[in-house]
């Protein structure tokens, strides 16, 4: 996967188009329904890299807390992230403490990674907007993550937001939300994203032009003769 590429491809393209594509892709199950944590923050196109959480139990708490700090999977999940990866933790939608805040945020900003997505909440929003790196999350909370959360482990399966996320998978994000594209499907989706890009902006200047919708949205048979012309 291409990252230089794919972002290419999808500049100015929208996360609700590539939804649009994934559902008549036979994909319904591919959009989380999070939101960037503050006002102008950037968009992203990144491969996930996946944090699993449990609920904390004080007996388990303890361990971790005895153990190196270096084998805490919630650090090992950050400290090794890589170029063009999206952090996704999975928070089970627990919205009673952050799983991230800005010193966490800095270090992922400073590896290359291309963002953090989360059901579950962050802190730190003014020092997150100063490091500049998109975080979406389901709210903020100011208690610290061993107060609701364990991590479990990393690079696996997760469900986050109601949505099945593999590890490799492609992540887009920008005001609506989140979309995932399953690894496998990149080029196909991708490639189809562009082609809708490209159908929608005909119809938009169809409809300007005052075309009712029953012709201009989808194209009737005559306006995509058009639009083949046009784009031929």
Known sequence: MDLDVIRTKLAGIGV???????????LYHCFLPVR???PGAP???GVARTLRTEPMREDVL????AEPKSSDPHRIAIDEISA??????AARGELGAAVLGDLLAARIANRGGAGV???GCVRDLPGIRDVGLPVFAAGAHAATFPTRHVAIEVNVPVGCAGVLINPGDLLIGDDEGVAVVPAERVDDIVDAAVEQESVDAFSLS???EGVPLAEAYPLSPALRVEYERRSS
């Open 206 to 208: 169809k409809i300007r």
């Open 62 to 65: 303890a361990v971790r807390r």
């Open 84 to 89: 063009g990866e999206v952090l996704v933790v």
């Open 117 to 119: 997505v989360t059901d």
């Open 36 to 38: 960037p944590v503050t």
């Open 16 to 26: 609700g188009t590539v939804v649009y594509v994934l559902q008549h892709a036979g």
């Open 43 to 45: 968009g992203f196109i």
